[in-house]
C-alpha cells in the first residue's frame, strides 16, 4: 500500500515538472550585420541576448520560411542571461531578391511550447556594397591612393580589386567591416606619365569576393604642375547645357584659361553664364575666351546653353510636311464627311449627312459604308443608299468603277423625337476598293454638329 501512494506521489511530481517547464524567454537582437549581398553566401549576424527565466534547456533556432540558422540544431540555454552570436542563411532564392526582407524565426524547447519572433535583413547588389574614390595625382606622384569604403551593414572579406587606368595598374585584397573605408596605394609608372597631358582618366576596378564580381568605373585627375583640375559636365537634349569648371588644387595664384568652341549655326542659339573676354572666328567656327586669376583651392565655372528648340521644331515640320504629302500622294481615294441641320415642319432633331467621295487614281469595285447613330432613323426620301442592314444600322452604296478625278456625293437624312444639345458627334464612313487587283480600305474624317438649344 505504502509503495503505490509512493509511485503515485513521484508520478506526480514528474507531470508538475513537466509542466512548469515551458519555455519561458525574452530575446534583445543586437544588429552585427544585417546587409546581405545578394551574389554571397555572407550571412547576416546578430547578438541574441537571451534571458532564461526557467531552467537550464536544449533549445534550437530555427524558420519555416528558407532560412537556415547557426547555431545548427539543439543547443543549452542556460538559465538566466546569456548572449549567443546567431548567423542567418537565407536560401538562394530569397537573396535574389533585393531589398528588406522581414520574416519570422522560432526558438523551439523541449516542450510544445515555441518563442517567436521576427528578424529583419537588407539584401543589395555587390555594386551597391563598395564605393571607391580615386584621389587626384599631382604631377611628380609616385603612387596613387584610392579610397575603399563598405556601403552597407555587412562583414566584407578578402575582397580583390585589380585596378586599370592610363595613369597605373595594380591589384590589391582588403577586408572591410561595415560602413568601414580604407585607402589603398597603387605604385604609378612614372616614366610612362611623363609625356602624359593633364586631364581626366578613367581609372577601371575589377572587385572579387567569393567568385562574384562587378566592375565600377572612376574618373582620376592628373593635375597640371600648378595644380589646376578641369572638369567638364553636360545634361539636357534639346536644350543643351554644358558646365566646364576648373580648380586650382595647387598652392600658387595661377591665371587660368577657360576656352569654348562653337559653329557659326550653333552660336546664334548659344547663351553664356557670363560675357566672354574674347570671341575669334575662325572659318565656320567661333572661339570663346574667359580669363580669371585663381588663388589656391579656388574654383570657378563657364556654362553655355544652346538652345535646339526652334530648330528642331522646324526640322520636325519639314519632316511631318513630307510625311504628309508622302501619304497623301499614295492615297488612291479620299472620302470625306460632312453633317448640317435640316428644319422639319413637325420640330424634330434632322441632320443632313454628305459623303464626298473623289478618286484620285482609277479604281473598281467600291464599297462605301456608313451607320446610323443609335436613337437616329433614316429618312425614306430621295437619296436613298442601295442597301440597308436593319441588325448593324448600316447603310451602304457601291460603284463598279471611278476613273481618275472622278467624283461623286451621297447624301442622306436621319432625324431623331429627342431633344439633342450640345455636341453631337456622327461615326466615320468607310470605303473599300480594288486598286490594281490588290484591296485597299480607309476611313472618312469623323464629324460633329452643335445644337445650341
Avoid: C
Amino acid at each position: 500500500m505504502k509503495k503505490g501512494i509512493i509511485s503515485a506521489l513521484i508520478l506526480m511530481s514528474l507531470l508538475i515538472m513537466s509542466s512548469v517547464s515551458a519555455l519561458d524567454i525574452s530575446v534583445d537582437k543586437a544588429d552585427k550585420g544585417s546587409v546581405l549581398v545578394s551574389e554571397l553566401k555572407n550571412p547576416a549576424v546578430f547578438d541574441f541576448t537571451i534571458t532564461n527565466r526557467g531552467a537550464n534547456e536544449s533549445v534550437e533556432i530555427y524558420s519555416l520560411i528558407g532560412v537556415s540558422f547557426s547555431p545548427r540544431g539543439n543547443f543549452v540555454l542556460s538559465s538566466g542571461k546569456s548572449t549567443v552570436r546567431v548567423e542567418a542563411y537565407p536560401s538562394a532564392s530569397i537573396r535574389s531578391r533585393t531589398g528588406i526582407f522581414t520574416f519570422e524565426y522560432q526558438i523551439k524547447g523541449i516542450g510544445a511550447d515555441l518563442f517567436k519572433d521576427q528578424l529583419t535583413l537588407t539584401i543589395v547588389q555587390l555594386k551597391d556594397t563598395l564605393k571607391i574614390t580615386p584621389q587626384s595625382v599631382h604631377y611628380g606622384d609616385t603612387s596613387a591612393t584610392i579610397t575603399i569604403e563598405n556601403l552597407q551593414n555587412t562583414n566584407l572579406d578578402k575582397v580583390k580589386l585589380v585596378f586599370s587606368s592610363a595613369l597605373f595598374n595594380g591589384e590589391k585584397e582588403v577586408s572591410l567591416q561595415p560602413y568601414k573605408k580604407m585607402d589603398v596605394s597603387i605604385p604609378i609608372n612614372t616614366d610612362k606619365i611623363k609625356a602624359m597631358g593633364a586631364g581626366s582618366y578613367v581609372i577601371k576596378t575589377d572587385v572579387d569576393v567569393e567568385g562574384a564580381d562587378a566592375r565600377f568605373e572612376n574618373v582620376v585627375s592628373y593635375l597640371e604642375m600648378q595644380g589646376t583640375s578641369i572638369t567638364r559636365e553636360a545634361s539636357g537634349w534639346i536644350i543643351r547645357t554644358t558646365t566646364t569648371t576648373k580648380k586650382n588644387e595647387g598652392n600658387t595664384v595661377v591665371k587660368d584659361v577657360i576656352g569654348v568652341n562653337k559653329n557659326v549655326l550653333t552660336r546664334l542659339f548659344t547663351t553664356f553664364s557670363q560675357d566672354p573676354v574674347k570671341a575669334e572666328r575662325n572659318a565656320l567656327f567661333v572661339s570663346y575666351t574667359w580669363e580669371k586669376d585663381l588663388k589656391p583651392n579656388d574654383s570657378w565655372s563657364i556654362s553655355s546653353t544652346t538652345n535646339y528648340t526652334l530648330p528642331f521644331i522646324l526640322v520636325l515640320v519639314v519632316i511631318l510636311a513630307a510625311l504628309a504629302v508622302f501619304f497623301y500622294t499614295r492615297t488612291s481615294v479620299i472620302l470625306k464627311k460632312r453633317v448640317s441641320y435640316v428644319r422639319t415642319s413637325g420640330g424634330n432633331f434632322a441632320l443632313k449627312v454628305k459623303l464626298h467621295l473623289k478618286a484620285r487614281k482609277g479604281v473598281e469595285h467600291l464599297h462605301i459604308s456608313d451607320r446610323i447613330p443609335h436613337a437616329m432613323k433614316l429618312y425614306q426620301g430621295a437619296g436613298m443608299p442601295h442597301k440597308i442592314d436593319e441588325q448593324t444600322r448600316r447603310i451602304m452604296w457601291e460603284i463598279d468603277h471611278l476613273n481618275a478625278g472622278e467624283e461623286r456625293i451621297f447624301s442622306y437624312i436621319i432625324y431623331t423625337n429627342i431633344k439633342i444639345v450640345g455636341r453631337y458627334e456622327l461615326p466615320s464612313a468607310s470605303a473599300t476598293f480594288t486598286k490594281n487587283g490588290k484591296h485597299e480600305s480607309l476611313n472618312s474624317n469623323r464629324t460633329f454638329f452643335i445644337s445650341e438649344h
